[in-house]
């Protein structure tokens, strides 16, 4: 299937953000607004895309070129008429799309999941759908400005309209459409109605639009500076994870999401940040194994800066659709080498300077239970919140690990912190097992 993107008009009212380019380049959190619209669409099997330009749209055809380096293939129609209203926009895509297409707004930021949805819509032959919020959040959707839309119980648009009365949800911008949307808008623009509303309503008369409520799906019309900021401020929350430790949660994550807003406008790779993260735990562990109180507080300092580092790998990969398995894998591998510095830097560090040999073995128990901490952890996420009965809410993992080091560090208590997590990581993989037992889990 096809998408159809408007990026033909001129966006006034975000023009101070703009800097001399048209609103769909306007860059939100490292990628333009139409890359991420592109690249939303992509995630859900989407790659031909057409794009209407107008006002400077040689800058997006220079930005985009064919498609190649977003992994899509993209044509272009030229509307010359720009500052008409959006149904020309669309109109113009006649010749072009003979089939049942996407149609989106190139300032329109949504979860793809609503076009994985979409595109599984049961309709009759020439239906068309809009997606629609019945519930837009008051915080971040002007309502004033927004297309207010009013559908029947069977799901049927009957008005559609900024100034309609009465209405029961909003207009997402989000269509699928059959080629009959080009006759309509045809018909509405003979009316005296050039907008892509006016098109819509000839097929609410006909009976041939549905609406497909967004539900929880997330969606926001960047059409303002306040907008704007509200879109940036959205992602970003979204980059939390429903897995993350109570350090993660509470440190780690309001930190590293900061530094990934400012490294997101850089070409930097998540595999690079992973590396930047394991450089430093190698440097604490290097720190560990001099010894002394000044070696050890700087050690763990390195220590819990790599762990917030190592959130931002994963959040630039997600702001800029570039999150791959071999990714995940390859910063789970770096991990679990960078536990093992650590480790075995606090354990000779310790030696070094007490010469007691115990310390050999509570050092091993504290990098095997590490280990089978996080290699347990795949398949205890898989359950942590929706099957877990136990009364522990609490996931001990690396977020957890690195901070007593950190705090075993500033208290010059190395052999109790190692102790501590060798008690504490080998028991947590033995409750994962009773747990996983007691749920049947097994491997598919």
């Known amino acids: 299937m096809k998408a159809l993107i408007i990026a033909a008009g001129k966006g006034s009212r975000l023009q101070t953000k703009s800097k001399e ?30 794009v209407v330009v107008g ?37 113009m895509a006649k010749e072009v799309l003979k089939e049942k297409f996407v149609l989106l707004m190139s300032d329109h930021v949504f979860d793809s999941q609503i076009l994985k949805r979409l595109q599984k819509t049961e309709l009759k032959k020439d239906e068309c759908v809009l997606v629609v919020d019945r519930a837009p959040d008051k915080y971040y959707i002007d309502l004033e400005d927004a297309t207010k839309v009013k559908v029947d119980d069977d799901g049927y648009i009957l008005e559609i309209g900024k100034d309609t009365e009465n209405f029961n949800c909003v207009d997402c911008g989000i269509f699928l459409l059959s080629p009959l949307i080009f006759s309509a808008l045809e018909q509405s623009v003979k009316e005296g109605d050039e907008t ?39 992602l970003c929350q979204k980059l939390k994870k429903p897995t993350d430790g109570p350090i993660s949660k509470y440190l780690n994550r309001p930190v590293s999401i900061r530094i990934s807003k400012f490294l997101v406008n850089f ?16 440097l604490s562990g290097l720190f560990f194994s001099l010894g002394g109180y000044l070696y050890f507080v700087i050690a763990g300092v390195l220590s819990q800066l790599s762990s917030i580092i190592d959130g931002c790998d994963g959040e ?31 354990t000779y560090g310790w030696w070094k300077l007490h010469l007691t040999t115990d310390i050999w073995f509570v050092g091993f128990m504290a990098l095997i239970g590490s280990f089978m901490n996080s290699y347990t952890a795949i398949k205890y996420d898989s359950i942590f919140l929706t099957r877990e009965k136990s009364k522990i809410k609490v996931r001990i993992g690396r977020d957890i690990r690195i901070f007593l080091i950190m705090i075993g560090a500033f208290l010059n208590q190395i052999y109790f ?18 747990i ?8 598919a």
């Open 316 to 346: 630039i990969a997600r702001l800029k659709f570039q999150s791959s398995k071999y990714g995940a894998w390859f910063d789970a591998v770096l991990d679990r080498y960078a536990d093992a510095l650590i480790i075995f830097g606090m």
């Open 55 to 91: 006002y400077l749209g040689e800058k997006i055809k220079k930005e985009l070129g064919n498609g190649k380096n977003l992994g899509v293939n993209i044509t272009y129609i030229e509307n010359n008429e720009w500052d008409r209203e959006n149904g020309i926009s669309v109109l």
């Open 417 to 434: 912190v190692l102790l501590l997590l060798g008690v504490l990581t080998n028991l947590e993989s033995l409750r994962r097992l009773y």
């Open 21 to 50: 380019k048209p609103k769909p380049l306007i860059r939100l959190l490292g990628l333009s607004l139409i890359e991420r619209i592109i690249l939303t669409a992509k995630q859900a099997g989407i790659e031909e895309f057409v």
């Open 267 to 282: 070409n930097l790779k998540p595999d690079l940040i992973s590396l930047v993260s394991f450089f430093l735990c190698g």
């Open 436 to 443: 996983l037992r007691k749920n049947n889990i097994s491997e």
């Open 196 to 234: 892509l509303s006016g098109g819509i309503r000839i097929l609410a008369k006909k009976r041939k639009i549905k609406s497909l409520e967004v539900g929880n799906n997330f969606w926001i019309d960047i059409d303002t500076i306040k907008s704007y900021r509200m879109a940036e401020k959205i």
